[in-house]
């Protein structure tokens, strides 16, 4: 296999140079470049799920550095942290229930056989049975599990042997459930767009005028979806200038036979009491609820909400991110060229003043 590290700059080099566009493939190319480095990791003879986090933290932090804006990266990195805390933390729950721990025995009276758990690998195991799944426990920090060190003073070297081979074994396990976990991750990320458009019906019903803006890979399969369950509708998209995207979308639309019909921007506010739902992408859903979205979103939001008009946000659970807006770490805003609004020959034009050297008067003085 290739090394990690080799990865790692590369896609941290194609991160920094913006060669890589889109949450959908920088979250899928982050959960690879992680499923390389824990499928890779030498685990320690002892606290194998802390030393695997310490990896997995070293390089997401590094990956994050790159390109701040792109808020995907950390959402994945965080997910695959809570599946290293979330297997090791099963694994230990089913080697209590293996053991027959008693309340005594957790307490302190165990069995120089079983190795002592601490008290708060139990305390978040009750906490992850007893709550109810949510975007809070998942992101969550759960303790990781520290076991014990055996008792050196009793048993042989055939006791040591089976200790260490038994640790050993537990080892791989749980790089081999962590792996397992990340594929599936990989896999909920490559259909997201599928699971999102099943429930395209349930919105979008016969008749009705939908508006858009710009392009999103997830809101074109959304109307795909709906088009093929035999809905007939129509699509008002906006141009979404500066890069007028919503000119691609409305090419995209009229090849599978959608009625579309491009608007300026400007036009947004009075088409809206026309239309019957706004369906948008967005970038990345902050904490509060809030989204980073495309230039132009909170127009059509505000013309949404004047008109009472249903405003749908449609995006994968890779861009759920903790972070609220205001923390200093996110970057809302990149600066980039301006080659997309002004060609360089156009802007040389306009600074070209025209300036003459006849009559200009030249003054020497001599001291």
Do not use: W
């Not at 260490?164 to 990320?189: F, G, P, T």
């Amino acid at each position: 296999m290739p090394d990690v590290q080799a990865l790692v700059n590369d896609f941290v080099l194609k991160l920094k140079r913006r060669k890589i566009e889109g949450s959908h493939a920088t979250a899928k190319q982050t959960a690879e470049i992680l499923r390389s480095v824990v499928s890779q990791h030498r685990m320690p003879y002892t606290n194998q799920a802390a030393s695997l986090i310490d990896a997995v933290r070293a390089v997401g932090e590094q990956m994050i550095a790159a390109n701040p804006v792109e808020l995907a990266v950390g959402n994945i990195v965080r997910r695959v942290l809570h599946i290293i805390r979330e297997e090791d933390l099963s694994s230990t729950t089913t080697a209590i229930e293996g053991l027959g721990l008693s309340d005594d025995d957790v307490d302190g009276d165990e069995n120089e056989d079983h190795p002592a758990l601490s008290a708060a690998v139990l305390a978040a195991a009750a906490r992850s049975t007893l709550r109810a799944p949510s975007l809070q426990t998942l992101l969550e920090d759960i303790p990781v599990s520290a076991a014990a060190p055996p008792n050196s003073s009793s048993g042989g070297d055939s006791e040591g042997r089976s200790k260490s081979a038994e640790k050993s074994s537990r080892s791989r396990k749980l790089k081999h459930d962590v792996i397992e976990a990340m594929n599936e991750l990989i896999q909920d990320i490559d259909t997201c767009h599928e699971q999102i458009s099943e429930q395209a019906v349930e919105h979008i019903h016969q008749n009705e005028v939908i508006l858009t803006l710009g392009r999103s890979r997830t809101v074109k399969e959304f109307l795909y979806a709906a088009k093929e369950k035999k809905r007939s509708f129509r699509v008002f998209v906006a141009e979404g200038a500066p890069r007028y995207q919503g000119h691609v979308l409305a090419k995209e639309l009229v090849a599978k036979g959608l009625q579309t019909t491009v608007i300026t921007d400007s036009a947004v506010f009075a088409m809206i009491s026309r239309v019957n739902m706004v369906i948008v992408g967005a970038h990345a859903i902050m904490a509060n609820g809030g989204v980073v979205a495309p230039v132009g979103i909170n127009m059509v939001a505000l013309a949404a909400q004047k008109h009472a008009v249903p405003f749908v946000v449609v995006a994968g659970s890779h861009k759920l991110c903790p972070l609220y807006p205001h923390n200093p770490e996110v970057l809302l805003n990149e600066l980039k060229s301006p080659s997309d609004l002004l060609d360089f020959g156009e802007f040389s034009d306009c600074m070209d003043f025209g300036i003459q050297e006849e009559g200009i008067i030249h003054h020497t003085y001599t001291g």
